[in-house]
């Protein structure tokens, strides 16, 4: 069983920085890859971002390809979204994901989901 918290959300301007993370408790957590995804208003579900159990691979939604870094630390149990060049369309809630066994864009994929946190981008 691994339980997921995300924090770092919040209001930010266009052009700005958050960092988000996840903290995931569970002697399985460095088993598994960790997805980023995101959800707004009135929209289904998005995958933004995963990476491989080891870190050494990782995955961008071609939205946020260039902007978006993932990055975990498995001696922290933590996965962290590093968000650069904020856009208002980036505004959502974010999850964190883990379980799957592969980097995979498919939420059905990951067995474990966090509470969400939200973005807000202002223009």
């Known amino acids: 069983q691994v339980q997921l918290v995300e924090s770092g959300g919040g209001l930010v301007q266009a052009g700005g920085s958050l960092r988000l993370s996840c903290a995931a408790s569970?002697?399985?957590?460095?088993?598994?890859?960790m997805g980023w995804f995101r959800q707004a208003p009135g929209k289904g579900r998005e995958f933004a971002a995963a990476?491989?159990?080891?870190?050494?691979?990782?995955y961008y939604a071609h939205s946020v390809k260039g902007r978006f870094t993932i990055s975990r630390d498995n001696a922290k149990n933590t996965v962290y979204l590093q968000m650069n060049s904020l856009k208002p369309e980036d505004t959502a809630v974010y999850y964190c994901?883990?379980?799957?066994?592969?980097?995979?864009?498919?939420?059905?994929?990951?067995?474990?989901w966090g509470q969400g946190t939200q973005v807000t981008v202002s223009s």
């Open positions: 569970g002697r399985t957590f460095v088993s598994y890859a």
């Open positions: 990476i491989n159990w080891s870190g050494g691979n990782s």
């Open positions: 994901a883990a379980g799957s066994v592969v980097v995979t864009t498919s939420p059905s994929e990951y067995r474990y």
